[in-house]
Structures are given as structure tokens and as C-alpha cells.
């Protein structure tokens, strides 16, 4: 039945085509044939008695064949096959082509059939012929333009920055989908010999001075950004005077959706607050990355967190010989399994759950596989959270450091990057001293490893340990220990979990408020991959001992921050969504260090990477140390666990809320 309802529907629409082609097919016979008597009478003056016979005859006795002729000239031209009411360029150029043919046949045929006629009958019956012709088929979309320009708009008014080709696109996809009932009422171009003229109708208004008063004028609800092939620092400065409208953000994602002929309404993508961080993004050669990580065996803990996870995403780019995902919440190590196996099939994955505070399952993690590479992701890193819990903080951050590092240096694994973060520098948290914690691990491994000592270093093995464990003391296993140990500091990344852009969202959605801690309170930003590309970068750099510091550009106001992403999502700071300040979190500081003034900075091949100058302090003390933190911090003892941080770490102050 359903079939039946179908073909009807189908031999109905068939019918209606054919009815409008036998129509249009009429009318251009009568237009062949009224386009050259016109101009037969126009020759003479308007006046039909003073047409000669010689001429008159001719015409007569040729042009109702001619007109059939031409028939058969624009059906090869598909002239009644178009969808007039969506014409275009391309049907406009078939009518045209198609009238010259007609028009040449026609002068070539009644010259050598009948005899020759004035030229001004060839020139104004061609042009005449071509006006009637496209007239018809273009009346339709001109009567649609006229109509839609003085009705009232049922959806968004949109202002388009951008009079090029994609911008044309967009506008005649606007016009074609019925779905969409927002419309272009003004365009904002750069180009002064584009200015007061029109688009398809839309009047190009000015420069992008005027978009201000423009969006005014027009009442503005959308802005369209359709400039594919603007740098970022032009897409910044307009997007910065667009954002003071108050108008909705959209914007083409680049050039490449220009040139595969993407550019429609559903292409555009919201503006997202990386767009007016006021920087290119951060591009790296990662040929060095490619040598180093390709063939050998890699692991990567916390490998289902933000930049756990996208660690593993270009590491398995690297066609490494075995990727190894270490991660405690099965669910995110799930996640970017199933993702890296539909993405690269050939790869040999392991997807491991596990603590990084257990040691025996490290230990069976390294002798199963020997990874040669560890990139150490795993963390605590909720500051609030931390200051709530620090024992948790200490065992997670700074001891499951200890024993990872542990394994990986007693199991032959080539080099250990350790994540930190700029909180470790002068912190007054208790996340950002056990990173701090974390980075001095390193560094007291990679010193006893270089002068030979590395039985030296304790076994912190105590609460959560492994039988036998001393038979790691042979002599001859820490004779050959090699390992190669780094950390890389870097500050907050854009849309990681828990981060603070992805929080605002959130509170936007909701209505506001908007939360933000203290109004003059600023932070480092990089992307997810930026940051990740530049830790392998920096991972083959190492020659064991190293802080590498990312230059990660200016800071950014997270106030300015959160107002900038109100705007971008079409609402005004303090009037639609309102922002409070709720006066810093314990352990908070107004502003994050990359490198304590002590530790200077040294140069590396890469302008983006440095390296932070190690500050001296007693190995074997701390690590003595180190036995007594995690006895406090698996005794569950709070009330002593800041006093001996303090302890081991003399840059740890303790902040005051504001």
C-alpha cells in the first residue's frame, strides 16, 4: 500500500514537471518568434506597412521554423530540466548559451535559406530572444526576493561578515532551506568598493567600524562570521568588537570547508571562547616525537583523563609498538579504547585498570610489558577537593609518583615524564605541593641514577607492598639502571574535566550566575593538544633531571574570561546573566608561577620549551622524608600532614582566603 502511495506520489511530481516544461516550451516559441518581429519593426521605425516585402516574407516563411528549431536547441541545453525557482549562475549561463546558439543558427539559416536581413534584425532579435528567455525563468526567484525583502522576518535577524564567495554561499543556502527561517538583513565587508551596493539583494553596510551600529540599526540577534581564510588575529579583533553587540557568535571552521564547497548554514559552528584567546595555535614539529616514540612500548597513566587520553590519541599516530592505557575509572579508559581502536585497528592496545598507589600492580604492569616510555598523567588535581582531603592528595600525587617511578627505574624503562603543573611552583595548596613533591621525586631519581646510587634510593613499600621486594636490591640490576627521569610544567588547559571553562557553560545554560572567585584573579591557557604535543616534544628532549617549563603565552583574566564566554552565547554580563564573586578557595592564589625565581631559565632547540634550573636540596633528607609523609598519609593523620609537607618542601605557604 505504502509502494502504491509512493508511485502515485512520484507520477504525480513527474506530471507537474512535464506540465511546467510544456508550458515554458510554448512560451519560448512564442518568444523566438515575437523577440525577432520586434525587431524587424523596430528597424522600421515601428511602423509594421513600412516593413518591405523582401523582408517581411522571409521572416514569415522561416521563423516558425526557426522557433521549433530552437526548441530542440534549449531542450539540449537542459533548459527545461531546472529548478527555476532556486536559479542560479548555472542556470543563467545555460540560457545564455543556449539563446546564442538559437540566435547564430538562426542568422546562418535565413541568410542561406532565404536571403540576407538588415544586421539590426540579427542584433536586437538575439537580445531580445535572450531577455525573454531568462526573464520567465528568473521572474519566479525575483517575485520570492521582492516578497521575502518586505515581509516581516519570522526567525533571527542575522548580520554576515564577509562579502566573498563563502559568504555567498551562505546566503544563497539560507535562501534554499525551508527549515531555516532566519535571514540576512546587512553585510559587513572591509573592501570600500563593496561598500552601499548589494548582495543578493542585502545591503553591504560598511567596514567592520560600523558593525556596532549596524547590529543597532538592524536589529541584530546573529552575527556570521564567513571569512574561511582569516588569520587568527583578524578573526580575534572581530570577533572582540562583535562580542560587544551582545549578538550570538557563529563562525565558518576554515578554509578547507571553502575549497570541498562546505560553506552552508548547518557548517557554521559556535564562536568558542579559544577564538578570542588572541593567539595562532601553538603548531610543533613532531618528527623528533615520531623517531622517539615509533617501534617502542609506551605507557600511560592516567590515560583516561584530558590529557591522559589525549596523550594516547597522538601517541597512536606514532605507530608505537605497544600503547599501554593505565587508568583507575574504567569508564574514561573504555571510552578512548573503543576510540583508539575504531581510529587506528592495526594497533597493538592494552587498556589496564589499576592504581598507581598500588605497587604490586605496578610491578606486574612493567614486568608483563617493559614499556620503554612512561608518561605519568595519573593525578588528583581538584585544588577545593585536595585541601578537603590531603592525605589522599600525598598518597595519589606524590606517593603513586614514588612507586610508579620506582617500578619503571628497577624495570629498565628508557625515561619517565612526569605532568605537573604551574601550581607546583611557591604553592599554597595542598594539590599543587604534591605536584611539587612529584617534580623533587624526579629529580632525586635522576641524581642517584647519575652517580650510581640508585640502591640508595628507599622502598616506600610499606602499606601496600610486594612480597620480596629486596631481591631488587641485587647490585647487578641497579648497575645498569639507565632511566632517564622529567617533568613538564605547564598551566590550566582549555575544556580538560573540571576545568573552568567547561564549568561556566554549565552555569550559563542554567540562567547564571556566573562564579568567579576574585574579579582581578588571572591563569596560563593552552589547548588539550597543544599542551600534550608540546609534553612529547619535551619528552625527547630529556636528559634526565629536567623541569621543561611551556611557554604558554600571556595570562588571561579569568573575569574577562567568564564575560567574554557570556557574550559569545548571546547574552550580556551583569544584565541577562549575572556574575558573582565568591572570594578565593582555600589554597588559591591570584596568579600561577611557571618557574620559581630561583630556578632561571635555559633555551632548548624549541621557543615554546624551556627549562627551569634545578633548586639544590638534600636527596637522601627527602627521601628519608618521603618514608614519613606516606606513614602520616596512610595513618589518615590531617591534623600533621601540611606541618611535614611544609617540612619537605620549603616554597609550601599556606595562603589566605580573600
Known amino acids: 500500500m505504502k509502494n502504491k502511495q509512493k508511485n502515485k506520489l512520484w507520477l504525480g511530481y513527474i506530471e507537474h514537471w512535464q506540465i511546467i516544461a510544456v508550458f515554458l516550451a510554448a512560451y519560448d516559441y512564442a518568444a523566438v518568434c515575437a523577440a525577432y518581429f ?19 516574407n522571409p521572416y514569415t516563411s522561416f521563423i516558425f521554423l526557426m522557433a521549433g528549431i530552437s526548441i530542440i536547441v534549449f531542450f539540449f541545453f537542459h533548459m527545461y530540466s531546472g529548478m527555476w525557482r532556486y536559479a542560479s549562475f548555472s542556470e543563467l549561463a545555460r540560457a545564455c548559451v543556449g539563446s546564442v546558439v538559437s540566435s547564430a543558427l538562426h542568422s546562418v539559416l535565413i541568410t542561406v535559406l532565404f536571403s540576407q536581413m538588415p544586421i539590426s534584425y540579427h542584433i536586437l532579435g538575439a537580445g531580445f530572444q535572450g531577455v525573454l528567455l531568462v526573464a520567465v525563468r528568473f521572474s519566479y526567484r525575483f517575485v520570492q526576493i521582492l516578497k521575502k525583502r518586505h515581509e516581516p522576518v519570522a526567525g533571527k535577524r542575522v548580520m554576515l561578515i564577509g562579502a566573498g564567495n563563502a559568504g555567498q554561499m551562505i546566503l544563497r543556502d539560507m535562501g534554499k532551506a525551508k527549515e531555516v527561517n532566519d535571514r ?34 538592524y536589529k541584530i540577534d546573529e552575527i556570521f562570521l564567513a571569512i574561511p581564510s582569516a588569520s587568527v588575529q583578524q578573526k580575534r579583533d572581530i570577533l572582540s568588537i562583535c562580542n560587544e553587540t551582545g549578538c550570538k557568535l557563529k563562525q565558518l571552521p576554515g578554509l578547507y570547508q571553502f575549497v570541498l ?15 578570542l584567546l588572541g593567539r595562532e595555535p601553538i603548531k610543533t614539529d613532531m618528527k623528533e616525537v615520531f623517531d622517539f616514540i615509533t617501534g617502542k612500548t609506551v605507557l600511560v597513566t592516567g590515560g583516561g583523563g584530558s590529557i591522559g587520553s589525549e596523550l594516547c590519541r597522538q601517541i597512536a599516530a606514532h605507530q608505537p609498538k605497544c600503547l599501554i592505557i593505565f587508568d583507575i575509572y574504567e569508564n574514561n579508559a573504555y571510552s578512548i579504547q573503543l576510540e583508539l581502536k575504531e581510529k587506528y585497528p592495526k594497533l597493538h592496545l592494552e587498556t589496564l585498570i589499576g592504581s598507581v598507589r598500588d605497587s604490586r600492580r605496578m610491578y606486574e604492569v612493567f614486568e608483563k ?10 593525578a588528583h588535581k581538584h585544588v577545593p577537593l585536595m585541601e578537603d582531603s590531603p592525605c589522599e592528595a600525598i598518597k595519589n600525587n606524590a606517593i603513586g609518583t614514588y612507586k610508579t617511578a620506582y617500578a619503571a627505574m628497577v624495570h629498565g624503562c628508557e625515561r619517565f615524564v612526569l605532568i605537573s603543573t604551574d601550581k607546583a611552583v611557591n604553592p599554597t595548596n595542598i594539590m599543587g605541593a604534591s605536584k611539587r613533591l612529584c617534580e623533587m621525586i624526579i629529580q632525586s631519581f635522576d641524581k642517584k641514577i647519575k652517580e650510581g646510587k640508585a640502591g640508595e634510593i628507599p622502598q616506600i613499600f610499606t602499606h601496600e607492598g610486594i612480597e620480596n621486594a629486596d631481591k631488587t636490591h641485587d647490585g647487578a640490576v641497579f648497575q645498569n639502571i639507565r632511566t632517564e627521569f622529567v617533568a613538564v610544567r605547564f598551566g590550566n588547559v582549555l575544556g580538560s574535566n573540571g576545568s573552568v571553562v567547561p564549568l561556566f557553560k554549565k552555569q550559563i545554560e542554567k540562567g547564571g550566575p556566573v562564579t568567579v572567585t576574585h574579579p582581578d584573579i588571572i591563569r596560563y591557557f593552552m589547548t588539550i593538544p597543544e599542551a600534550v604535543s608540546l609534553v612529547m616534544l619535551a619528552g625527547t628532549y630529556a636528559h634526565g633531571g629536567e623541569i621543561f617549563v611551556l611557554d604558554m603565552g600571556s595570562a588571561v583574566k579569568i573575569d574577562t574570561l567568564a564575560r567574554n564566554l557570556i557574550r559569545l552565547c548571546g547574552f550580556k554580563p551583569d544584565v541577562d546573566i549575572k556574575i558573582e564573586y565568591t572570594g578565593l578557595r582555600p589554597g588559591e592564589k591570584l596568579y600561577e608561577e611557571k618557574l620559581m625565581a630561583e630556578e632561571g631559565l635555559q633555551k632548548t632547540s624549541n621557543d615554546l620549551i624551556h627549562i627551569g634550573k634545578p633548586l639544590a636540596f638534600d636527596e637522601d633528607e627527602f627521601l628519608g622524608q618521603m618514608e614519613k609523609l606516606m606513614e602520616a598519609a596512610y595513618a589518615n593523620r590531617e591534623d600533621e600532614i ?12 599556606l595562603a589566605e582566603s580573600a
Open 38 to 56: 520586434l525587431a524587424l519593426w523596430l528597424r522600421f521605425d515601428g511602423i509594421f506597412s513600412a516593413i518591405p516585402s523582401r523582408f517581411m
Open 184 to 217: 540576512v538583513v546587512c553585510i559587513i565587508d572591509d573592501d570600500p568598493n563593496k561598500w552601499n551596493r548589494y548582495l543578493n539583494g542585502i545591503p553591504i553596510v560598511g567596514s567592520r567600524d560600523e558593525i556596532m551600529a549596524a547590529a543597532e540599526k
Open 261 to 275: 564547497g562546505e560553506v552552508t548554514v548547518s557548517a557554521m559552528k559556535d564562536v568558542s571562547i579559544d577564538d
Open 369 to 378: 610489558f617493559s614499556p620503554q616510555v612512561v608518561y605519568h598523567a595519573a
Open 642 to 653: 601540611r606541618g611535614l609537607v611544609q617540612k619537605t618542601i620549603g616554597t609550601y605557604r
